[in-house]
């Protein structure tokens, strides 16, 4: 689905003649209705109102099916685009996407800075009854925070974000771009909804993608101290109800996080990677972006996840194998280590 206008409002229609100016871009075709163009979006929620790309091959097969309006794509994949859509041909798609995504997304990473003490809650806000805000505490415009919640002392909620019920923010805390459930706890220090690390390598140097896309936390979950979040590129980031993430924890862009996880400290888990519900992830473990950790797996502490996990699959070590292959191998490295010491 296309950013949401609460927290992104989009400054454009754009042709794909206009669009390819500002990208440099090709324009291959029109699409069958020469449309004028209103956000951006991912392959598979995009409207015919949207524009998307694609760049990784994981995502060829959403290619096909999408129902974007626009698609900027390499050569090779100009034929796997839908006939109804406008195709746009760049060499390098992800720095076009990027370039379009700041025309329609310019100023995508908005902060409401009161001037005076007596602007910290903006008048737009709505509070629940029962909720406490500490001492320089501040709160955006369009900000929504439900009954008997708590906002600790120099915190900060930004524009538009959500808050249900009975929810504790603690203190130096800060939530941006989020729709947060009921009963949540998140603790002190923690950064919810900072943009995601993304950016297109240009001749000039990294070009920044505009990351306009949420966090969505559901209820009953918890998320230890200094924690961070990121919010999606344009999918939004989703952590599920029940979850509990310890403190030190980085979750990047697009993750999605099922329901009732456990995620140790000082965990990295790299954008766009899937958790199924009930996932396991020890201490200091690492996994790389695009994967798919399926229902109930287990990472072992201090693994190094490079690959999908399948769903009850226990596993460990760097690269991380099935539990019982990284026994054996630690096993049989450490006696050839023995014999050659003796």
Known sequence: MPPDSRFFPSKGHYSA????????????RNGRQKRRFENISDLGSARASDVSFLDNKRYS????????????????????????????????????????AAVFHPHWDMTYCPLSGDERVHPTARIGPGTSIGLGAIIGPDAVIGSNCSIEVNSYI???????????????????????????????????????????????????????????????????????????AVPDTV????????????????????????????????????????????????????????DGARVAGGSGVMRDVGPGETVGGLPALPIRQWFRQTAVLSRLAQKRKD
């Not at 003649?17 to 291959?28: I, N």
């Not at 097969?61 to 390499?74: D, H, M, P, S, Y």
């Not at 839908?82 to 798609?93: G, K, Y």
Request: include cysteine; hydrophobic fraction near 40%; charged fraction near 15%.
């Open 17 to 28: 003649e206009d669009l390819a100016a500002l990208c440099g871009a090709d324009v291959v």
């Open 61 to 100: 097969g959403q290619l096909t099916k999408t129902g974007a309006g626009c698609c900027i794509v390499r050569r090779e994949d100009v034929d796997q685009v839908p006939e109804s859509a406008a195709v746009l041909w760049s060499e390098n798609p992800y720095l076009s996407y990027a370039r379009v």
């Open 158 to 232: 930004g524009n538009g974000v959500q808050i249900g019920d009975n929810t504790h923010i603690g203190p130096n805390s800060s939530v941006r771009f989020s729709i947060i459930g009921n009963n949540v706890r998140i603790y002190s220090g923690a950064r919810i909804g900072e943009p995601g690390f993304g950016f297109a390598a240009s001749e000039a140097g990294p070009v920044s993608v505009p990351q306009v896309g949420r966090v969505l936390i559901g209820d009953n979950v918890e998320i230890g101290a200094n924690t961070t979040i990121d919010r999606g």
């Open 239 to 294: 952590i599920g109800e029940g979850t509990r993430i310890d403190n030190l924890v980085q979750i990047g862009h697009n993750v999605e996080i099922g329901r009732m996880c456990i995620i140790v400290a000082q965990v990295g888990i790299a954008g766009s990677t899937r958790l199924g519900d009930g996932v396991q992830i020890g201490g200091q473990v690492a996994i790389s972006g695009h994967l798919v950790i399926g």
